[in-house]
Each structure stands twice: as structure tokens, then as C-alpha cells.
């Protein structure tokens, strides 16, 4: 149990010197949806995440300020872990970490829990350390939510499902691993984030 739980909470770094202070944006004129989606192209094919904003209002800003700033354009997917999660979105192809804003709250306590093909904030042992990077549930991860988890009661927001296109996540999530740059459960052959950008009406 422990294990799993620092798969996730040591997948992000302390690296934010010289972050820009978090200024959440106010929402795209037209865009004040509870549900806004994204889509998400990556080399294996594209999703759809449907996104929360009533339930986790900050974590879903953040989401979107950096896909606004094209933040996740060629990033990877740099951990696969089967019938676990999926993990991306703080590094370029070789591990070449990106600069993020600063962390957000925590916002787990929503009511929301770690559901296959829903998406959450990564984050490190700190509860409030979320920056960018995210995962995608592959099963009921239930004790990853606020409450359940065994070593920190905090949890881990979801702030969104993924709405069309699992198939892809399950395709990524048959990838093989290996170890690179110190880290454990990588893509032999790089997993790339294309873009993810706002579906409009």
C-alpha cells in the first residue's frame, strides 16, 4: 500500500524555483461551463476529459491555465503502472522536467473519488503540492480518496473523467516499462502528449 502511494506522491519534484506565483485565470468569455472538456492528442490516439469545475473550482482553473499556455504540448506520459494509473504531464521527452506555477490546495475533500478513467492531481507526501502533472485512474482506486488512504488521510482529487476515448488510455496502459532517469515505471518508447486544448460548442 505504501509503495503504491509513493508511486504517485514521489512522482513530483521539489524543482519550482522560479515559478511564477498561481494567478487563476477568470474563465474564457463563453466559457463559464460547469463541465468544460478538453481534448487530449497524444501518439497513440486522442481523449476527451470532461472537467469539474463545480466540485474542484481551483484544480480545474489550474488544469486549464496550463493547457491555455500550451503547457502540456509535448510532454510525456513517464509513468504506466497496469490496473493502477497513467501519469504525465511535468516533462519533455529524457526527463527534462518543466517549470510550473506554484502548488495549489488540495482540494480531495469533494465527494469525488478515484474512478476508473477519472483524473486527479499529482502531487507529492504535502497534500497542498499539486502543481501540473496529473493522472488517469485505470481501475477503482478508492484509496487514493480523502479518508481512505492509509498513510495520508488527505487523498487526491479527481477533477474530471475522461468522457470518450478510454480505449486510448488502455492502449498506453499496455505499453512496456522500464527504469530511466531514476525513475521506475517509464515507457521504453516515449508516450507524447501532442497538445490538449479547450473543445468548444
Do not use: W
Not at 482540494?107 to 503540492?129: H, Q
Not at 485512474?137 to 488512504?149: E, F, I, P, Q, V
Not at 512496456?176 to 525513475?183: D, L, M, R, W
Request: glycine share 8%; aromatic share 6%; with cysteine.
Amino acid at each position: 500500500m505504501q509503495r503504491v502511494l509513493l508511486l504517485l506522491t514521489l512522482a513530483l519534484t521539489p524543482a519550482m524555483v522560479g515559478a511564477a506565483p498561481y494567478r487563476p485565470r477568470p474563465a474564457k468569455s463563453g466559457d463559464d461551463s460547469a463541465t468544460p472538456r478538453v481534448v487530449v492528442d497524444t501518439n497513440h490516439g486522442k481523449f476527451v476529459i470532461e472537467l469539474y469545475r463545480d466540485k474542484a473550482p481551483m484544480s480545474v482553473q489550474n488544469f486549464l491555465q496550463y493547457v491555455d499556455d500550451q503547457h502540456y504540448d509535448g510532454t510525456i506520459v513517464h509513468r504506466v503502472i497496469p490496473s493502477f494509473v497513467i501519469q504525465g504531464g511535468g516533462y519533455r521527452p529524457g526527463f527534462v522536467q518543466k517549470n510550473t506555477r506554484d502548488p495549489i490546495k488540495n482540494e480531495a475533500a469533494n465527494g469525488l473519488s478515484n474512478e476508473r478513467g477519472t483524473i486527479a492531481v499529482a502531487r507529492m507526501v504535502d497534500p497542498d503540492s499539486g502543481t501540473a502533472q496529473f493522472y488517469i485512474n485505470l481501475a477503482h482506486n478508492a484509496r487514493l480518496d480523502h479518508g481512505k488512504t492509509n498513510t495520508n488521510q488527505a487523498g487526491y482529487c479527481v477533477f474530471g473523467k475522461v468522457v470518450e476515448g478510454m480505449e486510448v488510455i488502455d492502449r498506453i496502459a499496455q505499453v512496456a516499462t522500464g527504469s530511466a532517469n531514476g525513475h521506475v515505471n517509464v515507457p521504453t518508447t516515449d508516450v507524447v502528449i501532442r497538445s490538449i486544448r479547450r473543445l468548444t460548442n
